[in-house]
C-alpha cells in the first residue's frame, strides 16, 4: 500500500516539471539538444516477452552479440492512459550485470477506437509521458522501444506529436527511443499510419519489423520473410526517409506451418528447434530456395498438404548481410525463445563492425 502512495504521488506531482517542460519544448521540430550516446557497436536487440527458465535472459549466459534487451513489461490499457506493468527487478539487476541495455517495450494494447481516443486527449498523452519518466528513473531503464500498431490511418499526425511528446521528455533524461514500424504498404491501420520521416527525425532508432510477410490469417501460404521482400522493405523506408544510421532491421526466429485442406490454409507459428524437430520425424530433406532465400519443406498426411519455409542460421545470415550491405544501425530479433543457439554467432558476426 505504501508503494502505491509513493507511485500516485510521483505520477501526480514528482514529474510535473518535466511534463511542464515537455509543453515547451514539444514544438514543431522535433529535434533535441542533447541525444543520448550512440552505442560503440551496431544494435543486437532481443525482444522478450516470456520469461520461462530456460529462455530466460537474465538467468542465462550472455548470448554471444546480443547486446539490448527489450522485455516487453508494458502496455497502455485504456484511452486515458493507464499503464499496466510487469517489472522484475530481479530481472533488471541481472542483465544490467551481464552488460546489457535494457530498452523495455511499451505497446498500445493494438486497440484503434482505444488509442484514437488517447491520441486526441492532451491529458492521457501527458500521462503516459509521465508514467514513462517515473518507470524510466526508478528503474533505470537506458531506454524505451515504442510498439504502437493498429492505428487509424486518420490518426497518423497524432501519432507523430504523441511519439514527440514521449521523446522529448524521456531523451531530456537521456533514455534512447526507439519505435517499431511495419514494411511500407498501402493496408490500412497497420502501414500508413506510419509517418516514417517524421518518425525519424524524433526517435533514435526506427525498428522495421520485417516480418510477416504473410501473415498467420494470409488466405495463401507463403513465408515470414524472404530475402527479396525483406531487402525490398529496407529500401522502400529508406526511400521515406528514415536514414540508415538509425534503421534497425528486425529479423524473425520463427517461421509457420501452414495447412492447405479443401481449399482453405492455415497455419501457426513454428519455432526453430520445432522445425528441427518435424523435418526429424518425417525424414524429410529441405531444399534451398535461392530465391527465397530459404530452406523449404512439405509432406502430406490424411489429404492435408504442410509446408514450411524454414528460419535457420542460413537464411538469418542472408538477412543479416543486409545491414552491412546498406550500413544499418543494427538488428533487433522477435523473439527471445523461439531460436536454436547457434543463431546468435551467425547474427553476431553478421553485424560485427
Known amino acids: 500500500m505504501y508503494k502505491k502512495i509513493i507511485f500516485l504521488c510521483l505520477l501526480l506531482f514528482g514529474t510535473s516539471t518535466a511534463v511542464g517542460q515537455l509543453a515547451v519544448h514539444t514544438g514543431t521540430t522535433g529535434t533535441a539538444t542533447s541525444l543520448p550516446d550512440k552505442p560503440a557497436s551496431r544494435v543486437n536487440l532481443v525482444w522478450q516477452p516470456t520469461f520461462e527458465a530456460e529462455n530466460n535472459l537474465s538467468k542465462l549466459p550472455v548470448q554471444t552479440g546480443v547486446n539490448t534487451a527489450s522485455p516487453c513489461w508494458f502496455s497502455i490499457v485504456n484511452e ?78 497524432q501519432l507523430t506529436l504523441f511519439v514527440r511528446e514521449i521523446t522529448m521528455a524521456l531523451r531530456a533524461e537521456g533514455k534512447t527511443v526507439s519505435i ?46 524472404s530475402l527479396g521482400w525483406v531487402e525490398n522493405g529496407i529500401l522502400a523506408t529508406m526511400q521515406q526517409q528514415v536514414p540508415p544510421e538509425k534503421l534497425v532491421l528486425g529479423i524473425p526466429l520463427y517461421m509457420r506451418l501452414w495447412t ?46 504442410y509446408r514450411v519455409w524454414q528460419e535457420d542460421e542460413r537464411s538469418l545470415a542472408g538477412k543479416v548481410a543486409l545491414v552491412k550491405k546498406y550500413n544499418l544501425a543494427g538488428i533487433a530479433s522477435w523473439r527471445k525463445g523461439f531460436e536454436s543457439p547457434g543463431v546468435w554467432p551467425v547474427l553476431a558476426a553478421g553485424i560485427e563492425e
Open 80 to 157: 486515458a492512459g493507464l499503464i499496466k506493468s510487469d517489472v522484475d527487478e530481479t530481472y533488471i539487476a541481472a542483465v544490467k550485470a551481464k552488460g546489457y541495455r535494457l530498452w523495455p517495450l511499451l505497446d498500445s494494447g493494438f486497440d484503434a477506437d482505444r488509442m484514437h481516443a488517447l491520441l486526441i486527449n492532451d491529458t492521457a498523452r501527458h500521462y503516459v509521458v509521465q508514467q514513462l519518466l517515473f518507470y524510466t528513473e526508478r528503474y533505470g531503464f537506458d531506454g524505451i522501444n515504442l510498439d504502437f500498431e493498429n492505428i487509424y490511418d486518420d490518426d497518423r499526425d
Open 180 to 225: 517499431d514500424v511495419t514494411v511500407p504498404s498501402t493496408t490500412p491501420n497497420w502501414s500508413p499510419c506510419y509517418d516514417r520521416e517524421a518518425l525519424a527525425q524524433i526517435v533514435d532508432y526506427v525498428m522495421l519489423m520485417a516480418y510477416d510477410e504473410h501473415w498467420r490469417t494470409s488466405p495463401v501460404s507463403g513465408s515470414v520473410a
Open 260 to 305: 492447405e485442406y479443401q481449399g482453405k490454409v492455415s497455419a501457426r507459428t513454428l519455432t526453430m528447434p520445432a522445425a528441427q524437430a518435424l523435418i526429424k520425424e518425417k525424414g524429410l530433406m529441405p531444399q534451398w530456395q535461392e530465391d527465397q532465400g530459404q530452406y523449404y519443406f512439405e509432406y502430406s498426411e490424411a489429404g492435408r498438404r
